[in-house]
């Protein structure tokens, strides 16, 4: 079994692709799950060490996807798989909601200490990112008894009803679910890659506050401190201290939605812990466990004060989730946080360089940590790199309209990167 830190440089492709393997399995999936997974191209997963995975014929790829940045750790991570074993012996489930175990109470210990630094809070668990943000969703109602919410256009916080009322990242996850919540409006989110200043992001919204949504009728304002689903778009330094004063100034809740930038991605552990403010409910979900399923989201003892049986969940907080978390908190405290900050930084470099080599199809690379995007000239030349770079060895996945995201495991080297690197360039 090799270490995380890998031997295998570059990919190894032993068949087309898709393999007859591949293919064989890929036409039984389309005749057994939903057509409403969005598979960019035919990668079929048989296992993963690191940042490298390999398809069920033997190819091996590099991955920049991490499951949707949900392997915080890699793949496979021994310590990680260690604790799952240990855990799996001694019981595999006990409800959080109906009885006590330990697992669950350190996790929440450790997470209040990382997340809400210094603040009396509370921990409550899901499964997922979208259930985080509907948990939110309810508790911001009960604390401020208000009915409205306010997100930002280009925002993804899940496609459950009540998250995908906030939704606002691509018209085809809201297309044919109407009637959504009525009670969720959507302004501009700033970045300049989008050209949209701070101020003028502000602005909107003190409009929206002036006409049709009083500031004393909003609950909670949700918003990603990096935007994920809608292109890596990270708002100029300004935007959430300004967020944050208006939100007090009005005691609207504000919801910081750590779903995909959260768990060491961006350098931090989270990402609004770059502009050293504070939120009052933040969601965590994808790389917390490093790729079992848990959610959480977390607030002050004085909000997150519902009465028993408020809100439940019969797996949320599952016990070998837990100590998968609890392992993967360890292993970002022993390095992988500032890890993720300097080789995101060493790849980001060199994806501006890759931007100034070939200024006729890329134009823009930006992002933090290894939350990193790179931007092409239209959707058609995205698509076409994704599945060029998957046919030479790398795995990306899409984020906006037309750019390509990398989110590898934080594991990642600064010689797995620069190999990235070069198949990046090979396949523009």
Known sequence: MET??????????????PGPRAAALI????????????????????????CWVTDVDGNVFLDFTAGIAVNTTGHA????????????????????????????????????????PGRDARVFFTNSGAEAIEGAMKLARYATQRPNYVSFLGGFHGRTLGALSLTASKA???????????????VPFPSVARGISSAEAMARLDDLLATVAPAESIAAIFVEPIQGEGGYLVPPDDFLPRLRELTA?????????????????????????????????????????????????????????????????TFGGNPVACVAALATLDLLEDGLTEQ????????LEGLRQVAREFPEKVTDA???????????????????????????????????SRALRLCPPLVLTEEEADTGLQLLRSAL
């Open 340 to 347: 993720a900050g300097r080789v995101g930084a060493h790849l």
């Open 4 to 17: 995380q830190s890998s031997t295998r440089r570059r990919p190894s492709l032993v068949t087309d692709l």
């Open 366 to 400: 930006r992002g933090m940590g290894l939350m990193l995007a790179i931007e092409l000239k239209d959707s058609g030349t995205a698509g076409a790199l994704m599945e060029t770079a998957f046919r030479q060895g790398l795995l990306l996945l899409p984020t906006g």
């Open 27 to 50: 036409e039984r999936d389309a005749l057994a799950l939903s057509p409403s997974f969005t598979r960019p191209y035919p990668f079929v997963m048989e296992s993963g060490e690191g």
């Open 249 to 313: 100034r009005h005691g609207i809740l504000l919801v910081l939605d750590e779903v995909q930038s959260g768990m060491g991605r961006t350098g931090r552990l989270l990402a609004h812990q770059h502009w050293g403010i504070e939120p009052d409910i933040v969601c965590l979900a994808k790389g917390l466990a490093s790729g079992m399923p848990l959610g959480a989201f977390l607030a002050n003892a004085e909000l997150m004060n519902w009465d028993p049986g408020s809100h439940g969940s």
């Open 77 to 116: 991570h021994p310590k990680v798989v260690e604790a799952i074993r240990e855990q799996a012996g001694r019981f595999l489930h006990m409800s959080g909601t109906d009885f006590y175990y330990r697992q669950e109470i350190e996790l929440a210990e450790r997470l209040v200490v990382g997340c809400l």
């Open 172 to 186: 085809t996850q809201r297309r044919r679910f109407a009637p959504l919540l009525p009670s969720v409006y959507h």
